[in-house]
Structures are given as C-alpha cells and as structure tokens.
C-alpha cells in the first residue's frame, strides 16, 4: 500500500488568510516532502521532514511554514501568501523499496490565492 | 550543478507503437533513476525506477540505464492512448532529494 492522502483538494485563500494544508500517510514510511508544482514545470522540492525532524528546506519563504506533528501527519500552514504562490502542492512519502528510497505522491491540493 | 534533462515534446505516436522516452543527467554520483507519469492536473504516478545498468521490465514498460553514457529510458510497448500523459524522469543522488526533469509530453493518437 503506497496510499499518501491530502486535504483539502482545492483551497481559495485570500492574501490575508491563514489556512493549512494536510497530509497523511499510515504505511510507516520515514520520510516526508512538500513539493509545489506550478503549470507545465516539475515538481519543485520545499521541505523534508525525516524522522519527524526537518531535514531540507530549500530556502522557501517563510510564509510557507511546516510542521510534522507525528510520523504519520505532515502539515504546512500558509500566511500571506501572494498571487504568485498559486500552484499545485504535492505531500510525498518515501520508502525503501528493494534498496532504494522511494516517493510517493498523494493527489495533491490546488491552491489559489486571490 | 545536478541537471536531468528531458526533451519537452510532444511526443506523438500511434496506437500500438513503441514509445522512447529519453533523459539524461549531469551528475556521475547518481544513485536511483525513476520515472512518474502525470495527467494533467493530477499528481505524478511512479512508474518504475532502476538503479543497475541494463534494462527492467514490467509489464509494457521497460526502463533501460546506461550509467557510462549517463542516460536513461522509458520505452512503453503496445501505446494506448491512455498512456497520454507527460513522463517525468528523476535522479536521486541521496536518499532524500530528488532531482527532476522538465518532463516529455506522450501523445498516443488512435
């Protein structure tokens, strides 16, 4: 079972807004990511939680915040976000499948902020 | 700096036909290579990945990777046209980062 779940599926924020997003995972995998994807390009990496500790952040804003309250949960609470931050968000969890590390995808959220 | 590199496309082939889908990568510390396939407007689906030079297979696909030449392929048998969609190619070179490429468009025209 490689089930990753996400909510909500679609966000409409405001730029003044404060919301969150969700992801689950019950398989024990170690890790956890956030990706945003915008149109036509590759998923960009935003954090890694491994261990319930984060591991990677590649220099995102900090209106994009993270939290993994349990390995099982991984959050990322949004502030102020601008137009531009409108895209698709990706959770990911990975496991070790024959020797190599592998992500997962969940469905994803829409997110559009107005 | 680590690139992978894919030709953007469309790809177009016709029912029935092979599909070569090609990546290259810059990095010879590459670990693991995986390709997804994603819909449009839906998150990306592993394929499979491979990590030994050769070639894998499972079911219509095939992976090959030529670690010398620092290249990797998807090769799809039989192409249906729900087989289109855009493929991503991607390079692990630890067991937490993924290096992506930009992805080729496969179309499938019956």
């Known amino acids: 079972d490689t089930e990753v779940t996400q909510t909500p599926k679609h966000l409409v924020m405001g730029m003044t807004n404060k919301k969150s997003l969700k992801c689950e995972q019950h398989m024990g995998h170690r890790a956890m990511y956030w990706y945003k994807q915008k149109a036509k390009k590759p998923p960009e990496l935003m954090f890694v939680y491994s261990y319930e500790k984060l591991s990677i952040n590649e220099s995102v804003p900090s209106r994009f915040s993270p939290e993994c309250p349990n390995s099982s949960l991984l959050n990322l609470h949004l502030h102020a976000l601008q137009p531009e931050d409108s895209a698709l968000y990706l959770c990911a969890s990975s496991q070790v499948t024959m020797g190599t590390d592998t992500q997962y995808f969940g469905p994803g959220t829409r997110l559009t902020v107005l | 700096q680590k690139e992978v590199e894919q030709n953007s496309g469309p790809l177009s082939v016709p029912e029935g036909a092979i599909a070569s889908l090609n990546c290259t990568y810059s990095?010879?510390?590459?670990?693991?290579f995986f390709w997804y396939r994603q819909y449009s407007g839906k998150s990306p689906e592993l394929i499979m990945f491979i990590y030994s030079n050769g070639d894998k297979e499972d079911g219509r696909f095939t992976a090959q990777l030529n670690k010398a030449s620092q290249y990797v392929s998807l090769l799809i048998r039989d192409s249906q046209p729900s087989d289109s969609a855009t493929y991503l190619c991607a390079v692990s070179y630890n067991t937490d980062k993924l290096i992506f490429g930009t992805g080729t468009r496969l179309q499938v025209f019956p």
């Open positions: 990095d010879r510390g590459s670990q693991s």
